[in-house]
């Protein structure tokens, strides 16, 4: 059974910094894209970003030139770096593979961002 597990979700105020982890028990875990989605309340979960077996990444616009995505094969881990963090980035944060696997979501974490 595949285990998801996001971390380093927190409260921030505006402008300011996260990083996010998330640690996947998926076998041949660098053979696949991965991703990061959030959902916030009352909307429907988006894909945020994703990178590639060979870590080719890609953004949402909201999102652009703020987040930067990253793994770790080795450790099965991919990161999502957040910076200059803005209200509307309030939101549980998830990973999973990218298309999403259904049985694949964690818990997530969640991030506010507020002053």
């Known amino acids: 059974q595949v285990q998801v597990v996001e971390s380093g979700g927190g409260l921030v105020q505006p402008g300011g910094s996260l990083r996010l982890s998330c640690t996947a028990s998926?076998?041949?875990?660098?053979?696949?894209?991965m991703g990061w989605y959030r959902q916030a309340p009352g909307k429907q979960r988006e894909l945020v970003a994703s990178?590639?077996?060979?870590?080719?990444?890609n953004y949402v616009d909201s999102v652009k030139g703020r987040f930067t995505i990253f793994r770790d094969n080795a450790k099965k881990t991919v990161f999502l770096q957040m910076n200059n963090l803005k209200p509307e980035d309030t939101a549980v944060y998830y990973c999973?593979?990218?298309?999403?696997?259904?049985?694949?979501w964690g818990q997530g974490t969640q991030v506010t961002v507020s002053s």
């Open positions: 999973n593979r990218f298309p999403p696997v259904g049985t694949y």
């Open positions: 998926i076998n041949l875990f660098s053979v696949y894209d």
């Open positions: 990178i590639s077996s060979g870590g080719r990444k």
